[in-house]
């Protein structure tokens, strides 16, 4: 099974308009973190946001925001007002249980390319 | 400014080669990645070090080397056993080693087949 599932491939977005990109995950660690990253077409990622698994409140950052549904095991990027600079791809990945072993690497899925248009 | 600094940008391989992807960062961090990306797939790790003379196989490790000689560089070789080596190739580095801290990324490789 997929560790990581971003299901839209593709994804489109008026100026100012709020968009939510989706990403569902697939762990047994009680422990755990969730990292969106953003790469545009230059090939650079940048760090957007983390969620902990134990953290009660949902992350923010800007405009960027984290919907944390931890019984449904999604952790969905909420990006408000959207900017023309925003077009880019935008990656899901998660770090499991140190413990356990996977606490010194990431997972990413699969990608969401989001388009911005006026 | 502190940061990540891969090199050459592009690089093509003949067959039968090995080539080497410089990777240098200036942040003082401990742990250090070299991550694939393929087009329309998200990142899978190759290698990763946690510490210097210390480095541990990811995913797809088979065909790729490294080394860990310094804590500032950890270059890595892909070599003639990596029969598909055109790809995208990104460096990664974490002040944290358990993650809770971001990755700080390079602005990555273009390894292409001549």
């Known amino acids: 099974a997929q560790k990581i599932t971003q299901t839209q491939p593709g994804m489109f977005v008026q100026e100012k308009e709020a968009v939510t990109l989706d990403c569902t995950y697939d762990?047994?660690?009680?422990?755990?973190?969730l990292f969106w990253y953003k790469q545009p077409s230059s090939g650079e990622m940048i760090f957007l946001i983390y969620?902990?698994?134990?953290?009660?409140q949902n992350a923010t950052e800007g405009r960027y925001s984290l919907n944390f549904q931890k019984a449904r095991k999604s952790a969905n990027l909420v990006i408000s007002a959207s900017q023309l600079g925003d077009s880019a791809m935008y990656f899901c990945?998660?770090?499991?249980?140190?413990?356990?072993?996977?606490?010194?690497?990431?997972?990413f899925g699969t990608g969401t390319q989001l388009k911005v248009e006026l | 400014d502190g940061g990540i600094t891969q090199s050459p940008k592009y690089l093509f391989r003949k067959e039968g080669q090995n080539v080497t992807l410089s990777c240098e960062q200036n942040?003082?961090?401990?742990?250090m990645y070299w991550y694939r990306q393929d087009p329309g797939q998200g990142l899978r790790l190759i290698y990763y070090?946690?510490?210097?003379?210390?480095?541990q196989k990811g995913d797809i490790a088979e065909g790729y080397s490294v080394s860990r000689e310094k804590k500032e560089s950890f270059p890595l070789t892909v070599t003639s056993a990596q029969k598909n080596p055109t790809a995208f190739y990104l460096c990664?580095?974490?002040?944290?080693?358990?993650?809770?801290?971001?990755?700080?990324f390079g602005d990555g490789t273009r390894l292409s087949i001549l």
């Open positions: 990664a580095s974490s002040k944290d080693r358990a993650l809770i801290l971001p990755q700080h």
């Open positions: 762990t047994s660690d009680q422990s755990y973190g």
């Open positions: 969620q902990g698994s134990y953290d009660e």
């Open positions: 990945a998660m770090r499991e249980d140190i413990l356990t072993g996977g606490g010194n690497k990431l997972t």
């Open positions: 942040l003082n961090h401990d742990a």
């Open positions: 070090s946690q510490i210097v003379n210390d480095f």
